[in-house]
């Protein structure tokens, strides 16, 4: 029983830092725009909300394990003009992800492009205008 | 009679909430006014707006390897300083501006209002850079950014911003306009100072704006934007916005932006 609720406040432990890690890094300022990592992965979830879009990556950690990352994307409008859809991306689908980390350092980056494991590109914008 | 009356009186009701005219007119119906009505999109805008028409595309595979993105996001931190066409701030505003570099370059998102949902507010408002929908009567134009679902209202009809509405700013301000041929031109009252100019440029409560909004040539809208601050800027800035209208589906309709729903998911 003691095991069961240490679980349990683990999880929400988890669950809370998480979703203030996403409240604190919407906006911009939080990244370091111009470094640009690779990361892939498998998705997790792909969460289609406002105002921003959010890709949960468990990223290869290089040595046979992962590790899971929250990547920032732009909203939902955004994405839609640049030819992303809700369901574009699914849970199971390998990914790669350029992104720009946190600079807090946290596992927490800002999507630049994704890569489908088909070679579909899923870009920021739509070509310029 | 009385049923004359009363029909004269439907039709006025219906004629006034009709659908927004396609051809405006001044008050005599002497002349044709532009019609601006329609959705468009900031010209060379980096990141949310749409191309220049046809439908948004779909992923598709590259023809060769694309070269890998450099950034993902224009450096918005002021770490490289203030560009040369950047408003010129009194230094007491000067310092407001280095307070929230130095916090913005260590990440912090306090300087930004639209990260915590609130509107851009005038004059950033204007970049519209996820979009703008513009719907137009003979009173009444109003102004609508896909970002942060913000609105602006500029009266046509004559009205002034009363003491009450002067003691009442808003991120949006109190626009009131009027036509000099085929220029709109509005000015901008009642702003909070907790808005931008551009970027993170602060300004005081007694900031005013002035735009000329014309066609330059078909569906290519321009802004002529002008702001005024005895407090904060050394002289009046001016800017030019442009924007381009879209001409069918899907890129004249706009997406709904529930900035809350993300605050309230990570509660």
């Known amino acids: ?129 | 009679m009385t049923k004359r009356i009363a029909l004269l009186t439907v039709a006025a009701i219906a004629s006034a909430v009709a659908a927004p005219i396609s051809r405006a007119q001044t008050p005599s119906g002497a002349q044709t006014l532009p019609d601006l009505s329609g959705v468009y999109y900031p010209v060379n805008a980096a990141g949310g707006g749409a191309r220049a028409g046809g439908a948004p595309p779909a992923p598709q595979a590259p023809p060769k390897p694309l070269p890998a993105p450099t950034r993902t996001a224009p450096l918005s931190d002021g770490s490289r300083g203030r560009s040369p066409d950047a408003p010129v701030l009194t230094p007491e505003y000067m310092k407001k501006w280095e307070a929230m570099r130095d916090s913005r370059i260590a990440g912090s998102s306090d300087s930004d209002n639209t990260a915590k949902c609130l509107p851009p507010g005038m004059p950033a408002m204007m970049n519209m850079a996820y979009g703008m929908e513009i719907m137009q009567t003979k009173d009444k134009i109003t102004f609508f950014s896909e970002l942060n679902d913000a609105l602006r209202r500029v009266y046509l009809d004559g009205r002034k911003p009363t003491p009450a509405i002067l003691d009442d700013p808003t991120y949006a301000g109190y626009s009131t306009g009027h036509w000099e041929g085929d220029t709109l031109v509005v000015d901008t009252v009642s702003l909070r100072d907790n808005t931008y100019i551009e970027g993170f440029t602060p300004h005081s409560d007694q900031m005013t704006i002035r735009e000329r909004i014309r066609f330059v040539s078909p569906g290519i809208l321009e802004d002529r934007i002008t702001v005024t601050d005895p407090k904060a800027l050394v002289k009046p800035w001016e800017t030019v916005k442009t924007y381009r209208k879209m001409t069918g589906p899907p890129e004249d309709q706009l997406r709904e932006f529930a900035c809350a729903e993300g605050i309230e998911h990570a509660r």
Not at chain 1, 19 to 30: F, P, R
Not at chain 1, 49 to 63: E, R
């Open chain 1, 1 to 129: 029983m003691k095991a069961c609720t240490f679980v349990v406040l683990t999880m929400l432990a988890a669950a809370g830092s998480f979703h203030a890690s996403l409240l604190a890094h919407h906006s911009n300022v939080g990244f370091a725009v111009e470094t640009v990592n690779t990361a892939t992965g498998v998705v997790k979830e792909w969460k289609w909300m406002n105002p921003h879009t959010w890709l949960i990556v468990d990223v290869d950690d290089g040595k046979g394990g992962s590790v899971e990352w929250a990547m920032e994307g732009r909203a939902p409008g955004v994405l839609l003009r640049a030819g992303w859809t809700r369901t574009v991306l699914k849970p199971g689908d390998k990914v790669t992800v350029h992104y720009s980390p946190s600079k807090d350092g946290s596992k927490v980056g800002m999507i630049a492009r994704v890569t489908m494991a088909d070679g579909r590109v899923l870009p920021n914008a739509p070509p310029a205008n």
